[in-house]
């Protein structure tokens, strides 16, 4: 991912954050030349020092996980995101732009078939999306579930490069961002009313 100086984010601890409040992401590889792309639940398994390990799981009958075992591939999250009109920036010479937030992390992945890490995704997933005393009970012995396991398999990925990259206008003065801010804050969807908000935090 491209990312300036002035828009690289390396706090691993804003990473994670950002990645469980934004996990619904898309998962990249290659089979045979041809990229293949999933979009799935993510969730963070492990923290530890500058790696993280995130598990996920797809539908059997999606081919890409037959030949991601062993494959560096590359899970990217995207976060709130808005158009920036140069019109806000009441200067002349100036052109629109987009901002917004994501987190890039390429990592070797490891297929999962056994019942017990299957178990140990869907947990973790249904507990981090769920989340809340009205949750829908994962019940991994249930006949109906036990059927369920079948038609999914289960992934891991260990991370071996991790990028964020949050471009809230840091390359203009104080004064343009004050502008952007006010005009973002006035719209009505949620996507620019965030960026408004990461920009003034």
Known sequence: M???KSFEVADLEKITTFIREN???TLYSHTGGEPEATHQPFVIDTISEDKIVLLCHFARA???WKSIHGQKVLATFL???AYISASWYEDPNTVPTW????VHVEGIAEVLEDEASLVKILKKTVAHFEGDGT???YSPDSDFIQGMHKGIVGARIVSTRIQGKWKLSQNHSLERKQKVIAALSKKEDSDSRRIA???AE
């Open 2 to 4: 491209y990312t300036p």
């Open 23 to 25: 996990g619904f992401g």
């Open 62 to 64: 999606n081919v890409q």
């Open 79 to 81: 976060g709130p995101h």
């Open 99 to 102: 901002n917004y937030a994501a």
């Open 135 to 137: 949750a829908w009970d």
């Open 197 to 199: 908000k990461m920009m």
